[in-house]
């Protein structure tokens, strides 16, 4: 199982960027984001499972869009009106935990290696 996350990139505050995380090998129930800015621990920003429904972190509620393509094999995360403290290595993963631990990293078995966001201000 791979997954490979892309997308990122130098933006200015309210721009936008989607991030794309193309996952080969096999289809799984959850898949989420989340990210890592400098000096801090690795947090949860979004999740989409199976049937489609979707959780995100208050931050980006409103701003941030979790997709799936199943047929694609593709997760996206679509960011709109970004901010400064948006910046962060963006990562993507993949697993099947049950819907309370959705927001917890542990619970996700496969991770892509990361995408970097910079946003300016």
């Known amino acids: 199982v791979q997954l490979q996350a892309s997308g990122g990139g130098l933006v200015q505050a309210r721009d936008s960027l989607r991030l794309p995380c193309v996952a080969s090998?096999?289809?799984?129930?959850?898949y989420g984001w989340f990210r890592q800015a400098p000096g801090e621990d690795r947090r949860f920003v979004a999740a989409?499972?199976?049937?489609?429904?979707?959780y995100y972190t208050d931050s980006v509620k409103g701003r941030f869009t979790v997709s799936r393509d199943n047929a694609k094999n593709t997760l996206y995360l679509e960011m709109n009106s970004l901010k400064p403290e948006d910046t962060a290595l963006y990562f993507c993963?993949?697993?099947?935990?049950?819907?309370?631990?959705?927001?917890?990293?542990?619970?996700?078995?496969?991770w892509g290696q990361g995408t970097e966001v910079t946003v300016s201000s």
């Open positions: 993963a993949a697993g099947d935990p049950i819907l309370s631990n959705i927001r917890a990293s542990e619970a996700y078995t496969y």
């Open positions: 989409v499972r199976s049937s489609h429904n979707k």
């Open positions: 090998g096999r289809t799984f129930r959850s």
